[in-house]
């Protein structure tokens, strides 16, 4: 047999990898598919208005960094798996340094 699913790599089936490397694709691509549509959305709203607001949330949506959607996809991916505590560790603490560089890369978008 080619392909056993129940065949374990670092301590998960390869069945639950497979299914960890669906979760991140599937929210890598909707995380983008959902960018592309509300910048889409917002162009045509900030064409139409005259307020701040709109502007900087349009802004912000397009400063949403390719990293930080990767990041969100892989965690989502790795939630599937059984992890040891050193990884979620490593995991959280990466989780808490993109989210504030995002953080602070769309808060530039309002000064």
């Keep these: 047999m080619l ?9 998960n089936p ?8 669906v979760t991140a694709l ?14 889409r959305y917002m ?5 139409r208005t005259s307020t701040y607001a709109d502007d ?10 390719v990293f930080f959607i990767a990041f969100v996809s892989l965690y989502a991916g790795s939630r599937v798996l059984v ?14 340094v993109v989210i504030t560089v995002q953080l602070a890369i769309w808060g530039n978008t309002v000064i």
């Design 26 to 39: 599937f929210v890598y691509v909707g995380m983008r598919l959902l960018r592309l549509v509300l910048i």
């Design 3 to 11: 392909f056993d699913a129940n065949a374990i790599f670092l301590g």
């Design 83 to 96: 992890t040891t505590p050193d990884v979620q560790k490593a995991l959280e603490f990466f989780a808490v």
């Design 14 to 21: 390869l069945r639950a990898w497979l299914l960890a490397f």
């Design 43 to 47: 162009s045509r709203v900030t064409g």
């Design 56 to 65: 900087v949330i349009h802004e912000a949506v397009m400063r949403t960094k």
